[in-house]
């Protein structure tokens, strides 16, 4: 899963690190087909100002907010699962952005928006300081090169701002299967003074998250996965 790394206020006239490379890939005609039918109906333009997100999504409920996620699959099953909660997606990837919305129309999600752009900027300019449920940043890139390590998302300056957006007592969700970035991750979220872990180190795996085929492959070859869930202060 994909997106900019934060650079702190005074960067901010800078070029940031990004932790994702825009690649080509390859649009599938459903894609392509989602993309042009599903973006009026489930997009969200990018823009700097702040959403509306009861507007949005035509109710009051809570929102939960999931960064990079890849092709939709557990997106699209965790909205179908929680009709009564919103979730506003964010992926820079356009195949990904495709597979989700030609899910989404399938299944009539009225509970999911989508916004593809760089997660940092979102973040930043459209969410609004302590309007989310929850975030879920599942199996975000691991960037295994230690001379890519600056490009990891879940950095300090990252973690803040995203910490920010949570209302008291949300959530941030995070799930990786590299254990190195696990480490990196629990010891970033450990320090940073808005959250708090639910655990002693890191957290059973959520009912609510699905385990996807890619997933279960990797357990069954003996692959570890590790969940971290930690809540905003202050509820």
Known sequence: MT????????????RPVRSFVLRQGRVSPAQARAL?????????????????????????APTILEIGFGMGETTARIAAAHPEQNFLGVEVHTPGVGALLKRASELGLANLRVVQHDAVEVLRHMIAPGSLAAAHVFFPDPWPKKRHHKRRLLQAAFVHLLAERLAPDAYLHVATDWQDYAQ??????????????????????????????????????GHGVWDLVFRRTGG
Not at 3 to 14: G, K, V
Not at 36 to 60: K, S
Not at 189 to 202: C, R, S
């Open 3 to 14: 997106e900019a790394d934060a650079p702190t206020e005074d960067q901010s006239r800078r």
């Open 36 to 60: 042009n039918e599903g973006m009026p109906r489930f997009g969200v333009p990018y823009g700097e100002a702040l959403l509306d997100l009861p507007a949005l999504f035509g109710r009051q």
């Open 184 to 221: 990196e991750i629990l010891a970033t979220l450990n320090a940073e003074a808005l959250l708090i872990n639910t655990a002693p180190d890191f957290a059973p795996r959520p009912e609510y998250r699905p385990l996807t085929k890619f997933e279960q492959r990797g357990l069954a070859l």
